[in-house]
């Protein structure tokens, strides 16, 4: 595929009008500030940007923060609702549309625009971006990257919703912002939660290796994808479930498979930390329809010893229980209070810990990625693009075509290395046998393993 897409339109989607609504970030919100989330859908047509755009512009008036900008008053970040827009532009490439989606997840493959987050926050980048990519055998690739402290993956995916109904014809999926998100969480929330705050201070010492770390991340490290078909995970969820003596999501035995292979494959046997985010609409009884980052997280010890099954098992309980025992929003308000919000920037969550090789898993399963239709089609494929170049961190949601299981893992390049080859191959697939079907993913995508 040629590297160099050739830009053939650029425009600026408006919904028309600015509602002036100025939305107070929470304190998870002000968290993420520094963060954008990309991801890509692909589909096998050709979509028209005049549709595309028209739709979009249609969104907005319902979600109009995407379309906003960022500014801090008083120490508080905000969101302003002045439709200042959201840039789309339409690419072109030579290759084809595997080609292309065999290049999603890497650096410098152009088929995101990729949100400044640390620029955006003094209003002077858009929180929202889009850039449609043509293939020279029909095939379109959606790139989408926004910012994270306007919403979690739940908040994109009702704007990818409404986008999706708006081009369609249908009615549109109602969604609901947030004027002051603590404010909203103060009143939801138990009096009492886990006490346990979800980030933390770093010493100077600290901080300063852990920058280190990221600016090194694009070097050192390496993304992988994993796909796993629904007849292994069957298998997983059968086995692992048999031994924790319960019943387990496939989100429970993936998890806990793919970290305890990537342990055995770096031939690691220390105890280290897993972090799993949740999303707390349901668990606090809010709208479906709020947009903002309503994230908690578990976290689960890692002994290497004790086998997959029994690390499925406490995952699972760890979920069960997060009401009482993990839930930690009420602490993290009290925290801020103690340390001031001028020192929000200082802190770090506690899902970042590369040096003790803290392994973050986030389940986008069952958002409806693939339930979406513009112009009819629907996404043969999505996937995260190349977000956080951090080792240790994952993502994982349905395969190509919706079928099965794809694992977007970042790793140390040479752990990366190893999993690639036949050994880490046969390690992370020892769920399938030779008599099984193929994932749908594998004529097409031959660098996903």
């Given at each position: 595929?040629?590297i160099?897409?050739?830009?053939?339109?650029?425009?600026?989607?408006?919904?028309?009008?600015?509602t002036?609504?100025?939305?107070?970030c929470?304190?998870?919100?002000?968290?993420?500030a520094?963060?954008?989330?990309?991801?890509?859908?692909?589909?096998?047509?050709?979509l028209?940007?005049?549709?595309?755009?028209a739709?979009?512009?249609?969104?907005?008036?319902?979600v109009?923060?995407?379309?906003?900008?960022?500014?801090?008053?008083?120490g508080?970040?905000?969101?302003?609702?002045d439709?200042?827009?959201?840039?789309l532009?339409?690419y072109?490439?030579?290759?084809t549309l595997?080609?292309?989606?065999g290049r999603?997840?890497?650096?410098?493959?152009?088929?995101?625009?990729?949100?400044?987050?640390?620029?955006a926050?003094?209003?002077?980048?858009p929180?929202?971006?889009?850039?449609?990519?043509?293939?020279?055998?029909g095939?379109?690739?959606?790139?989408?990257?926004?910012?994270?402290?306007?919403?979690?993956?739940?908040?994109?995916m009702?704007l990818?919703?409404?986008?999706?109904?708006?081009?369609?014809?249908?009615?549109?999926?109602?969604?609901?912002l947030?004027?002051d998100?603590d404010?909203?969480?103060?009143?939801?929330?138990?009096?009492?939660?886990?006490g346990r705050?979800?980030?933390?201070?770093?010493?100077?010492?600290?901080?300063?290796?852990?920058a280190?770390?990221?600016?090194a991340g694009?070097?050192?490290?390496?993304t992988?994808?994993?796909?796993?078909?629904?007849?292994?995970?069957?298998?997983?969820r059968?086995?692992f479930?048999?031994?924790a003596?319960?019943?387990?999501s496939a989100?429970?035995?993936?998890?806990?498979?793919?970290?305890?292979?990537?342990?055995e494959?770096d031939?690691?046997?220390?105890?280290?930390?897993?972090?799993?985010p949740?999303?707390?609409?349901?668990?606090?009884g809010?709208?479906p329809?709020?947009?903002?980052?309503?994230?908690?997280?578990?976290h689960?010890?890692?002994?290497p010893?004790d086998?997959?099954?029994a690390?499925?098992?406490?995952?699972?309980?760890?979920?069960?229980?997060?009401?009482?025992?993990h839930?930690?929003?009420r602490?993290?308000?009290?925290?801020?209070a103690a340390?001031?919000?001028?020192r929000?920037?200082?802190c770090?969550?506690l899902?970042?810990?590369?040096?003790?090789?803290?392994?973050s898993?986030s389940?986008?399963?069952?958002?409806?990625?693939?339930?979406?239709?513009?112009?009819?089609?629907r996404?043969?494929?999505?996937?995260?693009?190349?977000?956080y170049?951090?080792?240790w961190?994952?993502?994982t949601?349905?395969?190509?075509?919706?079928?099965?299981?794809?694992?977007t893992?970042?790793?140390p390049?040479?752990?990366?290395?190893?999993?690639?080859?036949?050994e880490?191959?046969?390690?992370?697939h020892?769920?399938?046998?030779a008599?099984?079907?193929?994932?749908?993913?594998?004529?097409?995508?031959?660098?996903?393993?």
């Open positions: 595929m040629s160099w897409p050739r830009l053939r339109r650029s425009r600026t989607v408006r919904a028309g009008r600015a002036g609504r100025v939305l107070r929470g304190l998870m919100d002000t968290m993420l520094d963060l954008a989330v990309s991801v890509v859908l692909c589909f096998e047509q050709p028209d940007d005049d549709r595309l755009a739709g979009l512009a249609r969104a907005l008036e319902r109009p923060v995407f379309a906003g900008r960022l500014r801090t008053v008083d508080v970040l905000e969101a302003v609702c439709d200042s827009g959201v840039p532009e339409v072109t490439v030579d290759g595997a080609e292309a989606m999603v997840t890497a650096a410098g493959s152009e088929l995101v625009d990729r949100v400044d987050a640390p620029g926050r003094t209003g002077g980048a929180l929202l971006t889009v850039r449609v990519t043509r293939t020279a055998d095939g379109t690739l959606l790139g989408c990257s926004w910012h994270h402290a306007i919403g979690d993956l739940h908040s994109f009702l990818l919703r409404i986008w999706s109904a708006a081009v369609e014809g249908e009615p549109l999926p109602e969604a609901e947030v004027s998100q404010e909203l969480l103060d009143g939801a929330l138990p009096a009492e939660d886990c705050p979800g980030f933390r201070v770093p010493a100077p010492a600290e901080a300063e290796l852990l280190r770390e990221v600016a694009p070097r050192a490290n390496r992988v994808q994993i796909a796993f078909t629904d007849t292994e995970v069957a298998r997983m059968a086995e479930g048999a031994a003596g319960r019943r387990l989100g429970d035995v993936l998890c806990a498979h793919l970290l305890a292979t990537l342990r494959l031939g690691d046997d220390a105890e280290r930390m897993l972090t799993v949740v999303n707390a609409r349901r668990w606090l809010l709208s329809a709020l947009v903002g980052n309503l994230l908690s997280e578990v689960v010890p890692h002994r010893g086998g997959p099954a690390l499925a098992g406490a995952l699972r309980a760890a979920v069960d229980e997060f009401p009482t025992a839930l930690n929003l602490a993290n308000l009290g925290f801020l340390l001031g919000r001028s929000l920037r200082e770090v969550p899902g970042f810990d590369p040096q003790a090789r803290r392994f898993f389940n986008w399963s069952r958002f409806g990625a693939y339930a979406v239709r513009f112009q009819g089609q996404p043969v494929f999505f996937s995260p693009a190349a977000n170049p951090l080792p961190v994952c993502w949601v349905e395969g190509f075509r919706g079928e099965g299981w794809l694992t893992v970042v790793l390049a040479r752990l990366a290395a190893r999993v690639r080859g036949a880490g191959r046969a390690a992370l020892r769920f399938r046998t008599a099984d079907e193929p994932p749908a993913s594998a004529a097409v995508l031959p660098k996903v393993i």
